[in-house]
């Protein structure tokens, strides 16, 4: 009788070891998807250029005779 009980508890252990390892495995693989789906679009992303500083982003410079450098925050296109 007693050895029916170890065996029961036993085969209880199994299941519940067989099924939190399936756990993981689907996670680890659900895991494994993600992370290439997410790296393959930034590998595609990084293709696109870089589209060219406009005006209003370049850094501009006045230089005077002294060779002292006055910024410029703005610009007035007459």
């Keep these: ?34 992370e290439n789906i997410y790296s393959g679009f930034i590998w595609i992303v990084s293709y696109f250029p870089k589209p060219s500083p406009q005006l209003e982003d370049k850094e501009l410079y006045y230089e005077i005779e002294t060779n002292d450098y006055i910024f410029i925050t703005s610009y007035v296109n007459i």
Excluded: A, K
């Design 1 to 34: 009788m007693i050895n029916i009980l170890y065996l029961s508890n036993i085969i209880r252990m199994y299941f519940m070891i067989r099924t939190l390892h399936g756990v993981y495995v689907s996670y680890v693989f659900l895991q494994w998807i993600i």
